[in-house]
């Protein structure tokens, strides 16, 4: 698909050399795609704070580093993002598939959604929301500002998004 | 002999190496013993020692060693798995293993009782698994720095603490100052 590769070439332009990603269906694209190019390590966690302390060590080690993840991983990873990747300040893409938005069959996901955005506010986490599929050009910026500022930034992509294209 | 006696022997060996240290009471032990740029002390984020290091030696070529606790490899297990599928002949994990949470006041953990983590480790796949007594920590250690092959070390030792002053080194200069030796 056409956004995957446009993602992941974004995240090629900016020197992304380590992902790490736990998946989730509407995200298999883009890791089928991050498999296909040299020039990355894809390093699939077990679960996303481990990929998030892996993504912290590869920053450190000279690598920048980026994780693919789904929304209901905010849940688990709130104390590594706090403790480690704000408290240290470090640099942190995560492409988040936001599950539970509209055209979502699966009903549980729903409550994970109505928490994401207030918990990522609440953790003081710059978060762009890609609804159309047009918003994806805004990626080249969101992690150009990631690298800036060295904070965690969510990127969400919701349903609409992925199947508007 | 506890923790910090193996974490006392281990600082001459580790001297001028990359070290990621465990939360709480390892990396006051470090910082007390043998503070070094080179050591990434951990403020917080229990469980993560390993794969901060894993991530480390997937970066860089220089060696890494990650000195984890028991308690703290059962709180991120998943880490095995990735650690034995990603080989890196850099990285060497030290679990040092009392049977206990020690920072949190020595309550047992699993590993002290009927689960063996050198056995998982292997179950999961590493293929360099040594269980070892605190008093061969420091040849272990050695020999896995020198063997140039990832290396997982389960440290048997008996659980209790002295007393360690907290580490207040600011998180970021402890992050500057670690990526300078990285880049040296």
Redesign the interface.
């Given at each position: 698909m056409q956004l995957d590769k446009i993602i992941i070439d974004a995240f090629e332009k900016h020197s992304i050399e380590l992902i790490t990603t736990v998946p989730c269906k509407q995200l298999s694209g883009v890791i089928a795609e991050l498999e296909t190019r040299e020039s990355m390590i894809h390093v699939p966690a077990n679960k996303e704070d481990e990929g998030m302390g892996i993504c912290a060590g590869a920053f450190m080690g000279g690598k920048r580093s980026a994780i693919i993840m789904q929304n209901t991983a905010i849940g688990v990873t709130i104390n590594t993002l706090v403790t480690l990747t704000q408290y240290y300040r470090l640099p942190l893409p995560m492409l988040i598939s936001f599950r539970g938005e509209l055209g979502e069959p699966v009903v549980c996901q729903v409550e994970m959604a109505v928490h994401t955005k207030a918990l990522l506010a609440q953790l003081g986490i710059p978060t762009y929301h890609f609804h159309n599929p047009a918003d994806v050009h805004e990626l080249d910026e969101i992690l150009k500002y990631t690298f800036m500022c060295n904070k965690p930034v969510a990127i969400l992509t919701d349903a609409t998004f992925w199947k508007g294209e | 002999m506890i923790r910090s006696e193996i974490i006392k022997n281990l600082v001459p060996v580790l001297s001028g190496q990359l070290v990621?240290c465990n939360i709480g009471l390892p990396s006051q032990e470090m910082h007390m013993f043998g503070d070094q740029p080179s050591n990434?002390y951990?403020?917080?984020?229990m469980?993560?020692s390993?794969?901060?290091?894993?991530?480390?030696?997937?970066?860089?070529e220089k060696t890494?060693v990650a000195i984890d606790g028991d308690g703290s490899v059962l709180t991120?297990l998943?880490?095995l798995?990735?650690i034995a599928n990603?080989v890196r002949d850099n990285f060497i994990l030290l679990i040092i293993d009392n049977g206990s949470y020690g920072s949190t006041g020595d309550q047992p953990t699993y590993a002290g009782k009927k689960t063996s983590l050198a056995a998982v480790a292997s179950a999961c796949g590493c293929e360099n698994v040594i269980e070892c007594q605190a008093e061969d920590a420091v040849s272990v250690m050695e020999a896995a720095i020198a063997s140039k092959q990832m290396t997982i070390i389960v440290c048997k030792c008996i659980s209790g603490n002295i007393p360690v002053p907290v580490i207040t080194l600011d998180?970021?200069v402890?992050?500057h100052r670690?990526?300078q030796c990285?880049?040296a």
């Open positions: - | 990621v990434f951990m403020l917080g984020t469980g993560l390993s794969s901060i290091g894993l991530g480390l030696a997937l970066a860089q890494v991120n998943g880490t798995p990735t990603n998180p970021v402890i992050k670690f990526m990285i880049d």
